[in-house]
């Protein structure tokens, strides 16, 4: 797995983006995708500077058509728009969640790898009240699980765009 593959894969596994699964290197018919959410049959791409090469796009065209005419959206991002732009790559993610139908819950929280914060851990016993149910962080109130290791640090948790 690239840098950017891990970037994104941090904030799409586990459910921590808006409580959606996603997998990740999953085959459709004779492709592999990079990231899928098969709940809303949503496909996305990430792609070096190879595949601005004539050869590589019209590979990525025929992929795309096979893809989409199976059924599937696919979002393509080049690595330096998650490298330099990562909210409002997760944005157009969400976005084409929702325009795929699928119903979000409106307080859903991600993570952010280069924010540092993530969502709590009831494996490790964060996120639970003294009784042990389960208590939704407010990422308004800092609340939530500081990543462990020193890679990523901040203050702030990636918040997906508000739709009306």
């Excluded at 586990?14 to 990231?35: C, E, L, M, N, T």
């Excluded at 496909?43 to 019209?58: F, K, M, P, S, Y």
């Excluded at 851990?121 to 639970?128: L, Y």
Aim: proline residues 7%; aromatic residues 10%.
């Amino acid at each position: 797995m690239t840098d950017v593959e891990r970037k994104l894969w941090y904030a799409l596994r586990a459910q921590r983006f808006a409580s959606v699964k996603f997998r990740r290197q999953v085959p459709i018919g004779p492709y592999i995708v990079d990231f899928l959410c098969n709940a809303a049959k949503l496909v996305i791409e990430l792609d070096g500077g190879q595949h601005n090469e004539t050869e590589h796009r019209q590979r990525d065209e025929i992929r795309d058509v096979y893809l989409t005419n199976d059924g599937y959206r696919v979002l393509r991002f080049w690595n330096f728009e998650i490298n330099s732009q990562f909210s409002a790559c997760m944005d157009r993610i969400y976005l084409a969640l929702i325009e795929q139908g699928l119903p979000l819950e409106a307080s859903g929280i991600a993570a952010d790898p280069s924010s540092g914060r993530w969502p709590p851990s009831p494996a490790r016993g964060e996120g639970s009240d003294e009784s042990g149910s389960y208590v939704s962080p407010s990422p308004l109130a800092g609340e939530g699980g500081q990543r462990p290791d020193e890679k990523f640090k901040s203050d702030t948790f990636y918040s997906p765009v508000s739709v009306q």
